[in-house]
């Protein structure tokens, strides 16, 4: 006995142990078209690199009141090698610039930087010799959240685009990611 | 609290040390010599009329066409009497010094590595005369008024904003105030 998603008829409870071992496998082999974008834009494990006023944002949007794991973003990693999503959550600064370089250079591919609140995403209203006017010239950004801060509901939203993007990932020889 | 503090201030260092004071309804300010602001100092913590236990902060002010140029505040606090004085005093734009008061008060160490770290006012006898919130390789003073406004000092490589290319770790001058 199995019950099978609506989506891609993946068997998501079983009885037997075979059908668990070809879930798997298909993800892996890619088998099942789309099933290793499936399986990464439902797990992307956040690494939170809080430096400001956003961070009570982050918090409210991971807790219980929005919950971001809802949407497939379970958990956070606070080892940059542990995780796939980058969260820039916050003002970065010209002294702090090379941790988040480092930050970003020690997480695994395939990798995704969301710049959360305007100070990442653009300096916002900073504009001086101390702080970096978005993160983006320091690292590659894909999906911007500006707002002072975001409202929860925006980043619920930035991360539904976020997983759409995910899920057209292609290698760099055009095929698609587990096809 | 009306004068008392002022009155033994003059009292005490005369007219070559208090340069000058005013008053307005209690809010109290003595402009000192800046060579003799660590007496002055420890003088107003241990005077028995005086009982300034408590340093709130110690701040600069670039007056950037006037000589002087720099005029640093010191704002004190009396927790046993209750009542604030202000100090101010000016130092040259050629020899920003004076002596520092962490000696007296502790709490103006990192008071001071600010103002040194902001406006280049190096305090003598510090413990620890570093900057405190800007790196080891900043260049210049960013809060002087002569720095400028986007005087950039990155420490990475990264990608001008405006025109996309890439610039090495050094300075932006995106200059938009006054040149140093």
Redesign the interface.
């Known amino acids: 006995m199995k019950i099978v998603d609506d989506v891609g008829s993946l068997p998501v409870i079983t009885t037997t142990r075979e059908d668990a071992i070809g879930l798997f496998s298909s993800l892996v082999k890619g088998g099942l078209k789309g099933g290793l974008q499936w399986a990464r834009r439902y797990s992307l494990f956040q690494y939170p690199f809080v430096t400001a006023c956003c961070g009570m944002e982050y918090m409210s949007v991971s807790c219980a009141r929005y919950d971001m794991a809802r949407f497939g973003a379970e958990v956070p990693r606070f080892s940059p090698r542990q995780a796939d999503l980058l969260m820039v959550v916050g003002t970065v600064v010209h002294k702090n610039a090379p941790v988040l370089k480092r930050v970003y250079e020690q997480m695994t591919e395939p990798k995704w930087v969301m710049a959360f609140g305007v100070c990442a995403s653009t300096g916002g209203f900073y504009q001086n010799y101390a702080t970096v006017e978005g993160i983006d010239r320091i690292i590659p950004v894909d999906i911007y959240v500006p707002g002072c801060p975001p409202s929860p509901e925006q980043v619920l939203d930035a991360l539904m685009l976020l997983q759409e993007k995910v899920s057209r990932l292609k290698f760099p020889d055009g095929k698609e990611a587990g096809t | 609290m009306s004068h008392v503090v002022l009155d033994r201030l003059l009292e005490r260092f005369g007219e070559e040390v208090i340069l000058g004071s005013h008053s307005h309804r209690g809010d109290e300010t003595a402009i000192v010599a800046p060579t003799e602001i660590a007496n002055v100092a420890r003088f107003l913590k241990d005077d028995g009329r005086c009982s300034f236990e408590m340093i709130s902060d110690v701040t600069c002010v670039d007056w950037i066409d006037e000589e002087p140029r720099f005029e640093v505040v010191y704002h004190l606090y009396s927790i046993s009497k209750k009542h604030r004085l202000r100090l101010k005093a000016r130092v040259p734009e050629g020899d920003p010094r004076l002596p520092s008061v962490t000696a007296v008060w502790g709490g103006a160490n990192w008071f001071e590595r600010e103002v040194f770290d902001m406006y280049g006012v190096v305090f003598d006898d510090h413990p620890d005369p570093r900057r405190i919130?800007?790196?080891p390789e900043f260049e210049g003073y960013?809060l002087r008024k002569d720095?400028?406004?986007?005087?950039?000092?990155?420490?990475?490589e990264?990608?001008?904003?405006d025109t996309g290319q890439l610039v090495m770790p050094g300075r932006i001058s995106r200059d938009q105030g006054r040149e140093v």
């Open positions: 919130l800007l790196y960013p720095y400028p406004l986007n005087g950039e000092q990155p420490l990475v990264m990608r001008d904003p």
